[in-house]
C-alpha cells in the first residue's frame, strides 16, 4: 500500500483517488491546496485529516511516498523538482510539462533520486488497449496496416468563456494549454503507443481568440502509412476510430474508455467483436500498474514509459511549432 499525497483538486483528483483506492494498492493520506479551506473541503470527502498549504510542507511529510500531480499544466514542472528532490515518486497528469527540456530536467532528478515519475496516460493501461495492441502486433490481424484515423473531438464548455472573451486556464497560453495537449495527446499517445514515434507529423489547428489551438487535423506520418487525427475541444465528433490493413478494418468506438473492437474482414465481409470487458472505474488500470511499477522497482516497463513521454512531447511540441503556438514557460 503507497500512502500518497495529491496536488489539484478537480475532476480528474477525484477520478484518480477513487480509482488509486479501489485497486487496493494506493491510500489518499494527504493533500494540498493553496488555501486551507479548498484543501479541507476536499480532504473531507476523504476522510484525510492531514492538509498541506505549501508545497515545501508536502514535500517533508515523512508519511507521504508518492503525490499525484494534477495542477494547472504550467505548475507541472515546478510542483515535480520540489517533490523529486524530496524523493518522492511523482504521478504526473498529461502534458507533465510545458517544455522538453523541463521534461528532460524532470527524468533526470527522478534518477538522481532514486524515485519513479510517470505521466499518467490512462489509456494506454486499458485492457482492451492491450488486446489492440496484441491483435495489430502479435496476430497481425489486419496484415500489413495502411493507415489509421483516430477522433476525439468534444465540445467544451470552457469554450463558451472564450466566446465570452474569457481565457480560462485550459485555453491560456500563459498556462501552458490548447486542444493539442488536453485533447489531441490522447489520440497522439494512443498512436505513439501502438506504431511508433512518427517520421514526421503536421498540423492544420483553427487558433482561437486567446492564441491556442481549439481544434484541428493532425496527420503522424510513419512513412509506409499515415494517421490522421480530428481533435477538437471547439466542436464535436461522433466519427469512430478506424485502422485499416490488408485483411480488413478494424473500428474502435474510442481511443479512450474502449469497449469495442470490431474487426470486419475484408473478404468474408463478417464482422467480429473483439473487445472484453473493461473495469468500472477507467483510471483504475493505470493505478494499479504505478503502483506495481513502483513496489516491483520495475525499471524496464518506467523506461518504456519514459520513452513514450519523450516521443509525445516531442511530437506535440513539433505540432506547437510549427503554428507558432508558443507558451509563456518557453519564453523564460
Not at 242 to 249: A, F, L, V
Given at each position: 500500500?503507497?500512502?500518497?499525497?495529491?496536488?489539484?483538486?478537480?475532476?480528474?483528483?477525484?477520478?484518480?483517488?477513487?480509482?488509486?483506492?479501489?485497486?487496493?494498492?494506493?491510500?489518499?493520506?494527504?493533500?494540498y491546496?493553496?488555501?486551507?479551506?479548498?484543501?479541507?473541503?476536499?480532504?473531507?470527502?476523504?476522510?484525510?485529516?492531514?492538509?498541506?498549504?505549501?508545497?515545501?510542507s508536502?514535500?517533508?511529510?515523512?508519511?507521504?511516498?508518492?503525490?499525484?500531480?494534477?495542477?494547472?499544466n504550467?505548475?507541472?514542472?515546478?510542483?515535480?523538482?520540489?517533490?523529486?528532490?524530496?524523493?518522492?515518486?511523482?504521478?504526473?497528469?498529461?502534458?507533465?510539462?510545458?517544455?522538453?527540456?523541463?521534461?528532460?530536467?524532470?527524468?533526470?532528478?527522478?534518477?538522481?533520486?532514486?524515485?519513479?515519475?510517470?505521466?499518467?496516460?490512462?489509456?494506454?493501461?486499458?485492457?482492451?488497449?492491450?488486446?489492440?495492441?496484441?491483435?495489430?502486433l502479435?496476430?497481425?490481424?489486419?496484415?500489413?496496416?495502411?493507415?489509421?484515423?483516430?477522433?476525439?473531438?468534444?465540445?467544451?464548455?470552457?469554450?463558451?468563456?472564450?466566446?465570452?472573451?474569457?481565457?480560462?486556464?485550459?485555453?491560456?497560453?500563459?498556462?501552458s494549454g490548447?486542444?493539442?495537449?488536453?485533447?489531441?495527446?490522447?489520440?497522439?499517445?494512443?498512436?505513439?503507443?501502438?506504431?511508433?514515434?512518427?517520421?514526421?507529423?503536421?498540423?492544420?489547428?483553427?487558433?482561437?481568440?486567446?492564441?491556442?489551438?481549439?481544434?484541428?487535423?493532425?496527420?503522424?506520418?510513419?512513412?509506409?502509412?499515415?494517421?490522421?487525427?480530428?481533435?477538437?475541444?471547439?466542436?464535436?465528433?461522433?466519427?469512430?476510430?478506424?485502422?485499416?490493413?490488408?485483411?480488413?478494418?478494424?473500428?474502435?468506438?474510442?481511443?479512450?474508455?474502449?469497449?469495442?473492437?470490431?474487426f470486419?474482414?475484408?473478404?468474408?465481409?463478417?464482422?467480429?467483436?473483439?473487445?472484453?470487458?473493461?473495469?468500472?472505474?477507467?483510471?483504475?488500470?493505470?493505478?494499479?500498474?504505478?503502483?506495481?511499477?513502483?513496489?516491483?522497482?520495475?525499471q524496464?516497463?518506467?523506461?518504456?514509459?519514459?520513452?513514450?513521454?519523450?516521443?509525445?512531447?516531442?511530437?506535440?511540441?513539433?505540432?506547437?511549432?510549427?503554428?507558432?503556438?508558443?507558451?509563456?514557460?518557453?519564453?523564460?
Amino acid at each position: 500500500m503507497l500512502n500518497f499525497g495529491i496536488i489539484g483538486t478537480n475532476w480528474i483528483t477525484d477520478s484518480f483517488i477513487q480509482s488509486a483506492q479501489a485497486s487496493g494498492k494506493w491510500k489518499l493520506a494527504a493533500v494540498y491546496s493553496r488555501t486551507e479551506e479548498a484543501a479541507r473541503t476536499f480532504a473531507d470527502k476523504y476522510s484525510v485529516k492531514t492538509l498541506h498549504t505549501t508545497i515545501e510542507s508536502l514535500t517533508s511529510d515523512s508519511n507521504i511516498q508518492a503525490v499525484y500531480i494534477a495542477s494547472p499544466n504550467s505548475h507541472h514542472y515546478e510542483h515535480a523538482v520540489s517533490l523529486l528532490k524530496a524523493k518522492k515518486h511523482v504521478i504526473i497528469e498529461k502534458p507533465a510539462t510545458s517544455t522538453v527540456a523541463e521534461l528532460d530536467h524532470l527524468f533526470s532528478l527522478a534518477k538522481e533520486n532514486k524515485v519513479y515519475l510517470i505521466e499518467a496516460f490512462r489509456h494506454i493501461q486499458e485492457c482492451n488497449f492491450h488486446l489492440l495492441r496484441d491483435v495489430l502486433l502479435k496476430e497481425k490481424k489486419l496484415g500489413t496496416i495502411f493507415g489509421a484515423s483516430f477522433t476525439y473531438a468534444s465540445y467544451s464548455s470552457r469554450y463558451n468563456n472564450v466566446l465570452a472573451g474569457e481565457v480560462p486556464n485550459v485555453f491560456s497560453l500563459d498556462f501552458s494549454g490548447g486542444c493539442l495537449v488536453d485533447i489531441g495527446v490522447y489520440p497522439i499517445a494512443f498512436a505513439v503507443a501502438l506504431f511508433g514515434k512518427p517520421k514526421s507529423q503536421t498540423y492544420a489547428p483553427y487558433i482561437c481568440a486567446t492564441g491556442v489551438d481549439a481544434g484541428g487535423f493532425v496527420t503522424l506520418n510513419y512513412g509506409d502509412f499515415g494517421v490522421q487525427i480530428n481533435q477538437s475541444k471547439c466542436y464535436s465528433s461522433s466519427a469512430p476510430s478506424e485502422i485499416y490493413g490488408e485483411n480488413g478494418t478494424i473500428a474502435l468506438n474510442a481511443t479512450t474508455d474502449i469497449d469495442s473492437i470490431k474487426f470486419t474482414n475484408r473478404k468474408t465481409k463478417q464482422t467480429q467483436e473483439l473487445a472484453g470487458p473493461k473495469v468500472e472505474l477507467n483510471l483504475q488500470e493505470e493505478a494499479e500498474e504505478f503502483a506495481r511499477i513502483i513496489n516491483d522497482n520495475d525499471q524496464q516497463a518506467a523506461q518504456k514509459l519514459e520513452q513514450l513521454s519523450r516521443d509525445i512531447i516531442a511530437v506535440t511540441t513539433d505540432l506547437r511549432k510549427q503554428n507558432s503556438i508558443v507558451y509563456k514557460a518557453e519564453k523564460k
